[in-house]
């Protein structure tokens, strides 16, 4: 009987021997390689469900992150527009009639507005000379003062009326540029200040004007707001009216009143109180 021996097997060879997989034996393809079983049906259709679920969450996280940036500008806006109007900038159109309007953070903002067409003119040429003007006296009270105390905003002429505005720091350097009457503080200050408030007042509330009472009850709250002016014109105060003085003083809503001359001559004007109480 004769025994056949078996060549043994070098681990090379054996490395090229396929394995066995689980009831089943994988076969190397014509290049030596595995071939890969097609993807069953059932699972490539529950792939595509997942990606299509993470695609669509994703548009969800866009489309509330856009909302929530939409909602943070329009809340900052609010507060920005809150804030302007709390300390009385304008943020509106250019006034139509002169007005003086007293900001919140003590500034006072004058725009005067005069018909120049019977000056003989044309607007182009009268701009020019007006700007030159202005410009040359503000440089001057500004150099004197050592600040840039007063600051021309706007200058035109247009259709035979010309606009100018002009922001001053405070009341004080308005009554020094301008020479007119005009103080600002509480109504005891007022009174501190050598202002008397003798004359009768009409009560306010909500821009609307009331009754009609004396300087005692006028000034009862010392801690209330006052601008006193002597000069024509429509006034603007960073708070809700609640006494204006009646001789030469009409309330024109909330937080404006208008100073008026009493007789034919426009450059005559009464001592006026306007009573606010400030906006919190």
């Known amino acids: 009987m004769s025994t056949e021996k078996r060549r ?45 679920k993470k695609m669509k969450k994703k548009k969800q996280q866009r489309n509330i992150s856009l909302v929530l940036i939409i909602i943070a500008l329009v809340l900052l806006l609010l507060v920005i527009v809150k804030l302007l109007m709390g300390s009385g900038i304008s943020i509106g159109k250019k006034a139509t009639v002169t007005t003086l309007t007293l900001r919140g953070d003590g500034a006072v903002i004058y725009e005067e507005v005069i018909d ?73 200050e007022a009174q501190a200040a050598g202002y008397d408030f003798a004359t009768t007042f009409s009560s306010a509330y909500e821009g609307v004007a009331g009754d009609e009472v004396n300087a005692e009850a006028a000034t009862n709250e010392g801690d209330l707001s006052v601008l006193i002016i002597r000069e024509n014109g429509c006034v603007k105060v960073p708070g809700n009216i609640r006494f204006i ?23 005559a004007a009464v001592l006026a109180y306007i009573i606010y109480e400030e906006k919190k």
């Open 245 to 267: 003085s009646s001789n030469g003083v009409r309330l024109v809503d909330s937080n404006t009143a208008e100073v008026y001359p009493l007789d034919s001559s426009n450059d």
């Open 116 to 188: 120049t067409g019977s000056l003989g003119m044309s607007d182009k040429d009268l701009e020019k000379e007006l700007k030159d003007y202005v410009k040359e006296e503000l440089d001057a009270y500004n150099k004197a003062s050592g600040h840039k105390s007063v600051v021309l905003d706007k200058l035109s002429v247009e259709d035979g009326q010309a606009y100018q505005k002009t922001t001053y720091k405070d009341v004080t350097c308005y009554h020094d540029f301008t020479g007119y009457e005009l103080y600002s503080g509480t109504v005891s």
């Open 8 to 52: 043994p097997v070098n681990a090379n060879e054996r490395a090229r021997r396929p394995e066995a997989g689980a009831g089943q034996t994988r076969r190397p393809d014509h290049n030596g390689e595995r071939v890969r079983r097609p993807d069953n049906p059932g699972d490539r259709s529950k792939r595509q469900e997942a990606a299509k």
